[in-house]
């Protein structure tokens, strides 16, 4: 993925931001879904009563055993990353830069529960479209910083958690 040069923002109080889990914190991990104690198995064979027993058992799996959390944390701080405080909350948010001078700036939010890690697959097409057989023009022709911001939302990843109701998506999105 061409990010280019981790761009500068414009607010002071934007400050650089690099993913490092601790492999205790991992490792605690995968002992707890190791540790997990599964329901007995559903009563009917389809899934008119919820996930079946068999796919919530190969998924622990895969996090306990399989997921490369090493290689997820370096595709995370491959990208220019900032926190910065909004309303006394801390907000994590990945900041790449468009090299057309003419793209419309974009916020682009993950829905729950999920993360900015399923949106990385969209940065480079609306980053760069012509990397992806379009068009410059694909970009918007507006005359504005050339960006996308990938904010985590408040309480999920790495942004800070917030202490009182009130912070749904409709907050969310008029603070942003």
């Known amino acids: 993925m061409s990010t280019g040069a981790a761009p500068m923002t414009a607010d002071p109080a934007d400050r650089p931001f690099r ?12 002992r ?17 009563q919820g996930v079946q027993l068999a796919t919530v058992r190969d998924l622990a799996s895969y996090w306990a055993m399989e ?12 990208l220019p990353q900032f926190t910065t405080e ?3 909350l801390g907000i994590n948010f990945i900041h ?26 969209i940065i ?15 970009t ?8 996308v911001v990938l904010p985590s ?4 990843g790495f942004p800070g958690k917030p202490v009182a109701t009130g912070w749904g998506l409709d907050c969310i999105a008029r603070k942003g």
Do not use: M
Request: one cysteine or more.
């Open 19 to 30: 993913v490092d889990i601790a492999e205790e914190a991992v490792a605690d991990l995968r």
């Open 32 to 48: 707890r879904i190791a540790g997990w104690r599964p329901p007995e198995r559903e009563p009917v064979d389809d899934q008119s």
């Open 67 to 78: 997921y490369d959390w090493r290689r997820c944390e370096a595709k995370l701080n491959a």
């Open 86 to 88: 909004i309303d006394g």
């Open 96 to 121: 790449v830069k468009s090299p057309h001078e003419d793209a419309l700036p974009l916020i682009v939010s993950h829905g729950w529960p999920g993360s900015v890690i399923e949106q990385l697959k």
């Open 124 to 138: 480079e097409p609306l980053t760069n479209p012509t990397g992806q057989g379009g068009s410059a023009s694909d």
């Open 140 to 147: 918007f022709d507006v005359v504005l910083p050339s960006d």
């Open 153 to 156: 939302l408040p309480g999920y």
